[in-house]
């Protein structure tokens, strides 16, 4: 049993372990390169009930804490990190909902949520705004016969044509930042042109485009979000990226030793050579450290501890030490681990852009030097 787990959160990781190679198998090498399986891959997570996961029981959800939900990406990341990605934008956009709407929202929106009849997504990046919510220009404006939405979103992961979504939207109304849920069915609701990045094949992620776009009323979920409020859910979301990060790193440490074991190079086993042994070492070592940091900080804000510089340090942490472990891996495979042949060259692709994902390490460093009451030039 991993430490720092109990009984039920282990079988948890054994069964979403086993879960994911299922589903890997069977979809064959490479399906992660096409969107649809992907879209496919995150359908049939709802059998297992991932994604639900953050959703109390009385909606329908699995009633689990962030600490669940980490063991449920970080093994989705360990085979798939960009169904992963997809898994973390669901969850961050049902625990929203959990923690903003009211009661009807949350038997109306969370029900289809948690059994994966819709995916949900967040739409937080602008163009000229990343993770500063302060620089929010998209509007939302409340009128008499509904709500009415303008304004450009990028990086918008979860959406697909033809695919039933619900978006979080973060908005500048009169009186300051406001969320507002919105269906992909929604008159100007328009995807634009879909991102394809160095890595993260596959992932369904558009710009968003929203002229004039109306949702009803009740789709209103926060007329006016509190700084702390936010802070605490992005928090979460900041953890599930830790977790990613920490799957990812555990793919990488396994893809490595797997070579090292059979490439032969000077008469012996790569994993014979002492210097590729301590790397291997030393990978093992970040991810354990890695994992325990994840643990302590997601039972922390389950248990309602507010954490925000502790989280900020964990996904500075997490995501700079895999783009290195990433990186040592794909040296330890030589020549194979930089072609496309390898899995290796992927997951540094993927590690890299992990960086960025839910704030840069910038970002990081400046809420943690804030925490520290060190000098900030904003």
Not at 269 to 277: A, I, T, Y
């Amino acid at each position: 049993m991993p430490e720092g787990l109990n009984d039920i959160q282990a079988m948890l990781q054994r069964q979403a372990c086993d879960f994911v190679r299922r589903s890997i198998s069977s979809e064959g090498p490479g399906a992660a390169k096409d969107p649809e399986c992907l879209m496919k891959m995150f359908r049939e997570m709802k059998g297992a009930g991932y994604p639900g996961t953050l959703i109390p029981t009385a909606y329908g959800g699995e009633g689990g804490g962030l600490l669940e939900a980490s063991i449920v990406v970080e093994e989705v990341a360990a085979g798939e990190p960009s169904l992963a990605l997809m898994l973390v934008n669901h969850l961050a956009c049902s625990n929203g909902l959990s923690v903003w709407a009211d009661e009807t929202q949350k038997r109306r929106f969370l029900p289809p949520l948690s059994s994966g009849e819709v995916i949900g997504g967040v739409a937080l990046t602008e163009p000229e705004a990343g993770t500063d919510f302060h620089s929010i220009q998209a509007r939302l404006e409340i009128r008499a016969d509904g709500i009415v939405l303008n304004g450009n979103k990028c990086f918008v992961t979860n959406t697909w044509p033809g695919t039933s979504c619900y978006i979080l939207g973060f908005f500048k109304s009169p009186s300051g930042l406001a969320v507002a849920l919105i269906p992909s069915s929604a008159p100007g609701f328009y995807l634009a042109h879909r991102y394809r990045f160095a890595g993260w094949e596959g992932l369904p992620n558009h710009a968003l485009v929203l002229p004039d776009c109306t949702v009803p009323l009740d789709h209103l979920i926060e007329g006016e979000l509190a700084h702390e409020s936010f802070e605490r859910w992005y928090d979460g979301a900041m953890v599930l990226t830790s977790a990613l990060a920490a799957g990812m790193a555990r793919a990488c440490m396994e893809e490595a030793v797997s070579y090292c074991g059979e490439r032969r190079q000077f008469g012996k086993r790569l994993v014979e050579h002492q210097s590729l042994l301590f790397r291997l070492v030393d990978i093992a070592t970040s991810i354990e450290v890695m994992r325990t940091s994840l643990y302590l900080a997601a039972s922390g804000l389950d248990k309602g501890l507010y954490r925000h510089p502790e989280v900020c340090m964990l996904k500075l942490f997490a995501t700079g030490k895999l783009e290195e472990i990433a990186s040592s891996a794909m040296e330890m495979a030589g020549g194979y681990g930089y072609t496309d042949d390898c899995r290796l060259s992927s997951l540094y692709r993927d590690a890299k852009g992990l960086q960025l994902f839910w704030g840069s390490r910038e970002l990081m460093r400046l809420e943690i030097a804030s925490a520290l009451r060190l000098p900030v030039d904003t």
